[in-house]
């Protein structure tokens, strides 16, 4: 079993459409998550972290389960430049420094 | 505001040929790390370092070799390439070394080996 699992999708949309990803991780040990994104193997960008709490970042919406652990990615609205993969990161410390591990990507496409 | 910055953006090798991937940050972050990315599928940390003069294995480490001299670069090198290492490569840095800091990434090297 892979350590940070992600549906692949693709998840197609309209635009204005809400989707949202899950992504379940099996260390208890976790510390720090976050989500980012990627355009056309470009390289990654921080799209937010992800507090315990639940955050929220304009229509995006992260939250934290660590009972079930996984986290999720709401995004309201969808714009077709939200076409992208989203990745999810789970960090866990070890030895001396933090380690990410990142998921496979779920791949959104939204469509006019 | 450079950032991160890998060089060479893309780069074809012959099988056992050796190279080094360059990357330099200018934000005086501690952590730097190097990861792999093949088609469909997510980074894999290869080599990573939590200061000047200190390294340590990730996940796929066996045919490179990582070195941290300065604060500021981070030069990731195969030793013998081999058709299983093409792929697309990302240096990034963080603030933390303790995995709470998001990292920054360098545009990638794009490798191609025959």
């Known amino acids: 079993r892979k350590e940070v699992e992600q549906d692949p999708g693709p998840f197609n949309v309209p635009e204005g459409a809400t989707v949202a990803f899950n992504c379940t991780y099996s260390?208890?040990?976790?510390?720090?998550f976050f989500w980012y994104r990627q355009d056309c193997r470009k390289e990654p960008k921080l799209l937010m972290s992800?507090?315990?709490s639940g955050n929220e970042d304009g229509r995006f919406t992260a939250q934290l389960n660590r009972a079930s652990q996984y986290i999720s990615l709401l995004i309201r609205d969808s714009k077709l430049s939200d076409s992208a993969t989203y990745l999810c990161?789970?960090?866990?410390?070890?030895?001396?420094?933090?380690?990410?591990?990142f998921g496979d990507g779920t791949t959104l496409t939204v469509k006019p | 505001n450079a950032g991160v910055t890998q060089t060479p953006k893309f780069q074809v090798l012959k099988t056992g040929q050796s190279m080094t991937l360059q990357c330099a940050q200018d934000?005086?972050?501690?952590?730097m790390s190097w990861y792999r990315q093949d088609p469909g599928m997510g980074l894999r940390l290869i080599h990573y370092?939590?200061?000047?003069?200190?390294?340590d294995q990730g996940e796929v480490p066996n045919g490179y070799n990582v070195s941290r001299s300065t604060t500021e670069d981070f030069p990731l090198r195969l030793l013998s390439a081999a058709p299983s290492q093409t792929s697309v490569y990302f240096c990034?840095?963080?603030?933390?070394?303790?995995?709470?800091?998001?990292?920054?990434f360098g545009d990638g090297t794009r490798l191609s080996i025959l």
């Open positions: 990034a840095s963080s603030y933390s070394m303790a995995g709470n800091q998001p990292q920054h």
């Open positions: 260390n208890s040990a976790s510390q720090s």
């Open positions: 992800v507090y315990s």
């Open positions: 990161v789970v960090t866990r410390l070890n030895t001396n420094a933090g380690k990410s591990t």
């Open positions: 934000m005086n972050h501690e952590y």
């Open positions: 370092s939590v200061g000047a003069g200190i390294t």
